[in-house]
């Protein structure tokens, strides 16, 4: 909220203390001071009389202005539209060397003729343009005929000689929203004295002849009091400048009065033209369902839920948010029924989200406002409307609902805020802040008391938000940092989260790039799941169609990062992510994508690469989980054949651990591929959660071998469908005990082999641990391994 | 009778000449193979009386033993030079560049969320994580901010029901956390993971980013306690020399609560621009547990107190490594990435 540096020196004594050493002090005590600006910006004005208006020779918008500015007669080139009503007013004169927001003036020759200076519009001064009316916008500043010439403290004369702080309130604090809440905040920070208005006394009122019936739950009370008789007319100048500096137009004494005393004291108000509330009968009330215009003439569509003001059915307001038309204040009015209540901030919320409108009054609403702001914005509006609008005939104040004065007494002990604070304040020490804060501490042996002023309740009702004041108003400096005294405890991370730190290690050692991706994604990447979770969880409220779901498969997101990096001329890289995934009615899961691109490139130069193929990425998946304590052995692929849009039907598989699907991996599919227009790339999704499941294997050392091992070379020729896994398979089941190791080492199809034939080497190793074996220990065990791998897999051996 | 000596020293001459090892071996054979010189007057012997064929043997072989003796120095010294040569000739580019082992880099908010996990895990915190789809009892209620609370408005939500929503703050952890060991005090955790706000994405806010949350519920916890611990966390984070300072705020969960400030790092108070002339940086947000919260997980919250951080971790990363757009986090262009190939 815009606070002006002059209003608030009416109440508090600001003596000494600049707008920016205010702001400090306001800010290290709970009231955010975000900005500090002055109302307007210019060094060398002075007021002139302008004399006489020509067009210019040389345009056909520019005038040649004579002004007299109290010490001589100045040639002004003027564009003003409106420079010619000026003739004969006092105006205001930048002279040369004169520096305003825009820029500085200086003498200069416009079209041919020249100009000493520049007669200036408000907002040519930094005025806000909010607090400007249309006139204001588009011509010079036409002042008053009493404007004393030759004036060179124009701000000064103006008012515009203010400082506005911007001040940004926490929720707890929108008493502050209130001026004289803030003046008082203000002296107990500073320690200064804070001059408030006295309360006006409400005497010899006539009786109420309005009545007001309250039909909703969401209206706490509502005060209605008939003005009968009131003179419409412009407000007093310090009315208007307290205005302008909260950025409200001034409108005339009725609404401005209405609009100031919101300000001072938290309460939105509104102002009836009594003459349009027939039987002066007010009712408030929720249910109605029709479009109504406001007093801003636009139709609006009024819900059920929305509280509404009425008159014998008629709809006169959007309570809490916005008047009607039909009984504003105009022309006419003579006598008014003036409205303070209090509305459930929830559903004024609603309603003011709903119809865009946030309005000044809705956002004191929302933001709930003290339980005798009402009664204090009605006093005070009959005194201003007495001194400013002749009003007379004054009714007492019509209370429906249920007014309460919102005093709170709060006791607390000097233990209690020491053990908070971690702090050795002694009982004076605490009671200083607390009488600065108009709490009214009384002490009784190591307790105090405070009584909580009104305006405070909806923010203070325990000892620790008492304690909260003492040492916003006492400074955070007080505080000494100390460690925590308790028992000891172990750290640890959870075993996911250690699980994922093992994991980044290792594929950060393959060279790849660790991503973070969107959570949220749209249909269009749901449909690329790899293994989805489920039934997508959609949001009510999403930004945008793209991000509309929590996604249930990492690999669309990662498919659009490698896309994204290959249009930028990156050509070999891996990525890889570790994050959640959710579907409805499912556990969540955590999982690993993995994609590689072009080649794993070592060197350059030296040709140290690996191409981002199949058996890369499975390489890199197995190592994953070898280092995780999953053995190779436990480890199987089968063939893929759910995910075949994502993935090349003959180069993916589904990964097992325990014979347990946990993932999926292998080449894109070429027309996913042309798709984001990608280089070879390969792609893995794996399921965390399910590996964490499964045993990892304890790290156990076994004894380095005895005696050496020998190897023995295997060639054969095998039909092409014969995976190197079934081959293995069945030299291990003949290989006996001694047979420690086998492995394909070669594997070739083409020139000099037949079509649909392949030819496979293995290497077997055997080693025993009683003795250094013989070729003649392991004749016999090859020879029956060839035999099976004839009988078994139709296997040609070749010669050795 | 032969010359032995002239031969001998013809001989020498020979050995001299020869230039490389190839050579050698001819004229080791030429001279000492099976058809060689030395031979010839071996095979010449049996011609001889025995009286010439003694002198004339002796003759023979102190003849062979020197030629062979030098022939062996000299070769040494070709296959010396020979090697020395084939060293020359291995001479590298120095320059040209290293075949490196694989490197790949860690995401920047992966290393900043370690780095204050391993500082809290070295402190006794334990790492606690929760669900991003969270239900309104734990993302709000529980942190004393019920339906209609102003607070609410602070933090627009994604919405997936009446009842759940993305969560929005990592206080749904916390809460959760106070459930479960509300009997099984004292709690000392930290709650790291992502949230998410209904904010469009722009340089300075992400509709997606993490936070990591600390919670420490105890007998006799102080403020003093949470300004000691947040102080020494900004001095492993920032330096030794960092001092942090308290200013008020506001959170519905904590009561008082405050804005935690870190002297600037880069200007050590001075004043530059990134903390914007102030030589304070504003990291986290911080408070005393709001007794609500404690009652409302069934702590008794006249025995105990807590307190409780939240930082975020995008914005600590912004400062550390001076990324100033938010949204370069979640764009994971491998040349950005690239630069965080470790761990400081």
Redesign the interface.
């Known amino acids: 909220m815009k606070v002006s540096y002059n209003w608030l020196k009416q109440y508090v004594d600001l003596e000494g203390i600049t707008p920016e050493e205010l702001g400090d002090r306001l800010t290290s005590s709970g009231l955010e001071v975000e900005g500090i600006e002055k109302t307007a910006y210019a060094t060398k004005l002075v007021i002139g009389k302008m004399l006489s208006c020509e067009d210019h020779p040389n345009s056909d918008h520019l005038h040649v202005c004579k002004v007299d500015t109290g010490s001589g007669v100045s040639q002004i080139v003027c564009g003003a539209p409106n420079a010619a009503q000026a003739v004969g007013k006092k105006v205001i004169v930048a002279l040369p060397g004169c520096e305003l927001p825009g820029g500085t003036i200086t003498e200069s020759v416009l079209r041919g003729v020249e100009s000493a200076g520049m007669i200036c519009a408000l907002f040519e001064l930094g005025v806000d343009k909010k607090s400007l009316s249309e006139s204001q916008l588009h011509g010079i500043e036409i002042l008053d005929d009493d404007a004393p010439l030759g004036e060179t403290d124009v701000l000064g004369y103006l008012g515009l000689d203010d400082t506005v702080l911007d001040v940004s309130l926490t929720p707890n604090r929108a008493d502050c929203l209130a001026m004289w809440a803030l003046a008082r905040q203000t002296g107990a920070v500073l320690n200064r004295k804070v001059t408030l208005p006295e309360e006006y006394k409400l005497e010899n009122e006539l009786p109420a002849t309005a009545k007001i019936e309250i039909e909703t739950p969401n209206c706490a009370w509502f005060l209605g009091k008939v003005v009968n008789h009131v003179k419409l007319g412009p407000s007093p100048e310090w009315i208007r400048k307290a205005l302008q500096a909260n950025g409200v137009k001034s409108i005339n004494n009725l609404v401005d009065i209405s609009n100031l005393v919101m300000l001072e004291t938290g309460q939105p108000l509104h102002y009836y033209d009594l003459k349009k509330i027939q039987d002066r009968d007010i009712t408030v009330k929720q249910g109605l369902d029709e479009v109504y215009t406001a007093l801003d003439d636009v139709d609006y569509k009024i819900e059920p839920s929305d509280i509404m003001i009425t008159n014998k059915g008629r709809a006169v307001g959007i309570a809490g948010v916005m008047g009607g038309d039909d009984s504003k204040i105009d022309e006419s009015t003579e006598a008014i029924l003036i409205e303070a209540a209090s509305f459930d901030h929830v559903c004024v919320r609603n309603t003011s989200l709903r119809l865009n409108l946030q309005t000044e009054a809705a956002q004191r609403f929302i933001k709930m406002i003290e339980p005798q702001a009402g009664v204090k914005a009605m006093w005070r509006s009959v005194e201003l409307l007495t001194k400013y609008a002749d009003a007379s005939g004054i009714e007492e104040t019509v209370v429906a609902g249920n007014l309460i004065d919102g005093v709170k007494t709060i006791s607390l002990t000097l233990d209690k805020v020491n053990s908070v604070l971690g702090t050795n304040f002694t009982m004076d020490e605490i009671v200083e802040p607390l009488k600065r804060l108009d709490f009214s501490p009384v002490t009784e042996g190591n307790t105090v008391t405070v009584t909580i002023p009104s305006y405070r309740y909806n923010d203070i009702s325990l000892p620790e938000d008492v304690i909260e004041d003492i040492i916003q108003v006492k400074g955070y400096d007080n505080i000494i940092g100390t460690l925590p005294q308790m028992p000891q405890t172990i750290g640890a991370l959870e075993p996911m989260n250690k699980m994922g730190r093992q994991i980044k290690r290792y594929l950060k050692g393959c060279g790849l790039h660790e991503i973070y991706s969107y959570s949220l994604v749209g249909k269009n990447q749901l449909d690329l799941g790899v293994m989805p979770l489920g039934e997508p969880i959609g949001l009510m409220n999403p930004l945008s169609d793209e991000r509309k779901y929590y996604r249930t498969s990492l690999s669309a997101s990662m498919l659009e990062n490698v896309s994204y990096n290959a249009a930028r001329s990156a050509s070999d890289f891996g990525l890889f992510e570790i994050a959640k995934v959710y579907a409805e009615g499912k556990e969540e899961e955590t999982r690993l994508s993995i994609a590689l691109t072009g080649n794993m490139v070592q060197s350059e130069w030296k040709k140290a690469s690996v191409p981002a193929d199949y058996y890369a990425i499975k390489g890199i998946v197995y190592g994953v989980l070898e280092e995780l304590g999953y053995n190779a052995n436990r480890l199987t692929v089968k063939e893929n054949t759910e995910c075949v849009n994502v993935f090349h039907p003959y180069q993916s598989a589904v990964l097992c651990l325990d014979r347990k699907p946990v993932g999926i991996l292998g080449t894109v599919h070429p027309k996913l591929r042309k798709q984001y227009d990608l280089a070879n790339t390969v792609l893995c999704e794996l399921n965390l959660s399910a590996v964490e499941q499964a045993h990892a294997a304890k790290l156990r050392f076994t004894a380095i071998p005895k005696f050496p091992a020998t190897g023995y070379d295997l060639s054969m020729l095998v039909r092409s469908d014969v995976t190197a896994e079934k081959i293995l398979s069945v030299i291990k089941k003949h290989g006996t005990k001694l047979l420690k190791e086998s492995e394909v080492f070669d594997v070739y199809q083409g020139t000099g082999i037949a079509e649909g034939v392949k030819s496979v080497a293995v290497r077997m190793t055997f080693r025993s641990d009683e003795k250094t074996l013989k070729d003649a220990d392991m004749k016999p065990i090859v020879a029956d391994v060839i035999k099976a791998l004839r009988n078994e897999i139709s296997a040609e051996i070749r010669d050795r | 009778m032969e010359n032995w000596e002239k031969l001998r020293l013809e001989m020498l001459e020979k050995i001299n000449a020869v230039r490389n090892e190839k050579e050698m071996e001819q004229l080791r054979v030429e001279i000492l193979g099976k058809k060689g010189v030395i031979q010839g007057y071996m095979s010449r012997m049996r011609e001889l009386s025995p009286e010439e064929r003694k002198e004339f043997g002796k003759s023979v072989n102190e003849l062979k033993n020197s030629v062979e003796t030098y022939m062996k120095t000299v070769h040494a010294k070709l296959k010396e030079a020979a090697l020395e040569e084939a060293i020359k000739r291995e001479k590298i580019d120095l320059t ?12 920047p ?2 290393l900043v969320q ?1 780095e204050i ?1 391993d500082i ?10 929760g ?3 969270e239900i309104n009892l734990y993302n709000f209620e529980r942190a004393n901010t019920p ?5 609410r ?2 933090q627009d939500t ?4 009446e009842d ?1 929503l ?1 969560r929005t703050q990592t206080t749904a952890v916390q809460m959760r956390a106070l459930e479960k060991y509300h009997d099984h005090l ?1 709690i ?1 955790i930290i709650c790291p993971g ?1 949230v ?1 706000r ?1 904010d ?1 994405d722009d340089a300075t806010h992400s ?2 980013f993490s936070q990591i949350e600390g919670l ?1 519920v ?8 949470l ?6 966390m900004c001095r492993r984070m920032f330096g030794e020399e960092q001092t ?7 959170f ?1 969960f904590t ?4 804005e935690v400030d870190v002297s600037c790092p880069f200007c050590h108070g001075k004043g530059c621009n990134v903390c914007k002339g102030s030589g304070w940086i504003e990291i986290l947000g911080a408070g ?1 547990v ?3 919260v404690l009652s409302a997980a069934g702590i008794d919250p006249e025995k105990y ?1 807590g307190f409780a951080f939240g930082v975020g971790v995008e914005r600590i990363a912004m400062l550390r490594y001076g990324v100033d757009d938010i949204r370069d ?7 950005f ?2 630069e965080f ?1 470790r761990e400081e």
């Open positions: 040209l560049e290293g075949v490196k082992p694989y490197n790949g880099s860690l995401h908010l992966d370690q996990e809290f895990v070295s402190m006794g915190y334990s790492v606690v994580t669900p991003e789809v339906a209609g609370h102003p607070a408005a602070m994604f919405f997936i029901d759940r993305m004292p000392k992502k998410y209904r469009d509709h997606q420490v105890a007998e006799h916890i102080t403020l003093g306690d300004k000691g611990t947040l102080e020494l942090i300072r308290f200013r008020p705020s506001y519905p009561e008082p609560s405050v005393m709001h007794p609500k107190t986090f979640f764009q994971n262009d491998v040349r990435l690239s190939n």
